[in-house]
């Protein structure tokens, strides 16, 4: 039992340049997330999927593109890097999301540097 | 939207010694959670608490959540330095996809 896996762990790309940060959970979970990590800011939420075929937008979606087309994965793109999207980016899932009371497993991070 | 401020921002404490952080926010608290986090490292599932005057434990970590005062404190008896790492927590409204975090307390212990 694998939880959440993220890769890559490490990234580093140039202004302009686009990438995938992969997410896939082996726990059956409707609902998933992700975070970006930054000093002093916390953790904040940038997309998030009740279901398959289902994305909605959290607290900074501009800049990422998200997909769900199987339960297992949802991927993060970023379709033209830039420096202000240097961070380390959280996924998440969870059996009916935050408000359901049950368990939301993070995976371990992917840190993700623009230059 | 929902704002969390956790307080103290660090502490520094001696192995032993107890300790507790708290986790206020700005709206009614439906669901709050804790998270443990270790520098380089994701988030470790501590507690979630649901239901106002609502307390878990887990080992020497004590969480309680006050819905009259919107706060929720983790207290930890006989802190070890196993104890040391990053304490986040997250709240969530009813119904909500949405978990809103704090920026976390940052936990030293010294030997």
């Known amino acids: 039992n694998a939880g959440v896996t993220q890769t890559p762990k490490f990234q580093v790309l140039k202004t302009g340049q686009s990438m995938t940060l992969q997410c896939a959970q082996d726990?059956?979970?409707?609902?998933m997330s992700w975070y970006r990590q930054d000093p002093g800011m916390g953790l904040r939420l940038i997309h998030y999927?009740?279901?398959?075929?289902?994305?909605d937008q959290g607290e900074v979606p501009n800049g990422y593109n998200v997909s769900r087309s199987t339960t297992e994965d949802f991927p993060l793109r970023l379709l033209s890097a830039a420096p202000s999207q240097t961070s380390v980016y959280f996924c998440?899932?969870?059996?009916?999301?935050?408000?359901?009371?049950?368990?939301?497993?993070f995976g371990e991070g992917s840190w993700l540097t623009v230059v | 939207s929902q704002e969390l401020e956790q307080s103290p921002q660090s502490l520094i404490v001696q192995e032993g010694k107890n300790l507790t952080i708290n986790c206020t926010s700005s709206?009614?608290?439906?669901?709050l959670y804790w998270y443990k986090q270790k520098y380089g490292e994701g988030l470790i599932f501590l507690m979630m608490?649901?239901?106002?005057?609502e307390e878990k434990s887990h080992e020497k970590i004590t969480a309680k959540l006050d819905e009259k005062k919107q706060q929720s404190s983790l207290h930890i008896t006989a802190s070890q330095p196993s104890h040391a790492g990053i304490y986040l927590c997250?709240?969530?409204?009813?119904?909500?996809?949405?978990?809103?975090f704090g920026k976390g307390t940052k936990l030293s212990v010294i030997p």
């Open positions: 998440a899932s969870s059996y009916g999301g935050p408000s359901s009371g049950n368990t939301i497993y």
């Open positions: 726990m059956n979970h409707e609902y």
């Open positions: 999927s009740v279901g398959a075929g289902i994305t």
């Open positions: 709206k009614t608290l439906y669901g």
């Open positions: 608490l649901q239901k106002g005057g």
């Open positions: 997250g709240a969530t409204g009813a119904g909500s996809y949405q978990l809103t």
